[in-house]
């Protein structure tokens, strides 16, 4: 039976490689699951991975935190040993992690298959670790799987379209597994919130920017729910920084938790990914408080808009009208067994 590593480290992995995980197994490939402990606290590992229905990995590498240099390298040669060992025939890499282009890096240069899950995906900022990240995995891979029409138009217009294929979003997949009507609503679900995540070094690092989004989130017209990731948590101490009365702040939800908190708000204000396209499915608004967006889909009709510097008008942003979408870009949850297929297939 051929052998497939999944490699996942840090939360959204977890969340991306429960539905490709099941589908490996279902299509009678034999998983090899692989956690480097990029992502080691409690509520952002095992309670993740629990939560969707990720099987407990079967080597954990546990790297932890460090410099991306450190950690990135801690990886790449824990990664090759355990490669070396279970001899894997296709190595799979999630997203844009430094966990994704350690795994990349240390299978490609063994000469194994690997494929990319998320390729295609383009910020054109390489200020972000995680566009390097992204640029770097999907030159190096054998198989880029994509989300999105525009991310294969990215991957064609960098040469890469006869290795590519259109699969359709696991996080689709996911987002459909969970049976959200089941999932307990938080306690300040029953008033008018928002819900927030803060966690891109380009607004936690620097102590400006950190208190100019948190005044802004402070000057809204509703209460702000923040779930702090733990670098936010760090940052908002070491630099001491204030948190506004209106601004209240949470430990990281599990996944389920979260999407149900989306879904109980009157909008979404984040830098993840992740949670832009989960609102947008969700039907929930969401401003993005970043520059740029990888996913210029859920632009559409309004449901996201990216805030940029225009903190002193976030809150006619986040008032702004929306109109519905009847298009789902990101494909109807079957992303996970596209894959499987097209594992298969790379593997013949
Ligand atoms: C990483 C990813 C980012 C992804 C995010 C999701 C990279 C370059 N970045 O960012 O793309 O969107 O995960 O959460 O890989 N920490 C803890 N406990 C933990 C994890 C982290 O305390 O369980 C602290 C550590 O001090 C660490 C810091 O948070 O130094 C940042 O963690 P790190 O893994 O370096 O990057 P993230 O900011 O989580």
């Known amino acids: 039976m051929p052998k497939v590593m999944n490699v996942v480290g840090a939360r959204p992995q977890f969340v991306k490689a429960g539905p490709v995980s099941r589908a490996l197994v279902a299509a009678g490939l034999d998983e090899i699951l692989v956690n480097t402990g990029q992502h ?74 690997t494929a990319h899950v998320e390729a295609g995906l383009r910020s054109f900022n390489r200020a972000m670790p995680e566009e390097l990240n992204r640029i770097a995995t999907d030159h190096l891979s054998d198989l880029l799987l994509a989300p999105t029409k525009n991310a294969m138009d990215h991957l064609r217009s960098e040469g890469l379209e006869s290795r590519s294929r259109l699969t359709g979003d696991v996080m689709v997949d996911a987002l459909m597994s969970i049976d959200l009507a089941r999932v307990a609503t938080q306690p300040w679900a029953d008033s008018s ?26 000057r809204l017209d509703k209460p702000v729910h923040l779930l702090a990731h733990p670098r936010l948590q760090q940052r908002l101490s070491d630099f001491e920084t204030p948190t506004p009365e209106s601004v209240v702040l949470h430990e990281p939800l599990p996944y389920s938790s979260m999407l149900r908190a989306v879904l109980d708000s009157d909008g979404l204000l984040t830098d993840s990914g992740g949670l832009q396209k989960e609102a947008f499915i969700l039907g929930k608004k969401c401003t993005t408080i970043r520059s740029e967006t990888e996913w210029p889909e859920t632009l559409v009709g309004g449901w996201n808009a990216v805030a940029g510097d225009r903190l002193d008008v976030l809150g006619d942003l986040v008032l702004r009208a929306t109109t519905p979408v009847e298009d789902d870009p990101f494909g109807r949850g079957d992303a996970g067994e596209w894959i499987a297929r097209e594992i298969v297939d790379l593997l013949r």
């Open 193 to 218: 919130v928002y819900v927030a995540t803060i966690h891109r070094p380009s607004n936690t690092d620097d102590p400006i920017r950190l208190s100019a989004v948190l005044n802004a989130f402070g």
């Open 40 to 113: 080691y606290d409690d509520l952002m590992s095992d309670a993740i991975m629990k939560d969707v229905g990720l099987r407990e990995p079967d080597v954990d590498l546990g790297v932890g935190s460090g410099s991306h240099g450190h950690q990135t390298a801690a990886m790449l040669r824990k990664l090759e040993d355990v490669m070396v060992e279970r001899g894997p025939d296709a190595v799979l890499t999630y997203g844009d992690t430094n966990s994704t282009i350690a795994g990349a890096l240390a299978a490609t240069k063994l000469g194994i298959l």
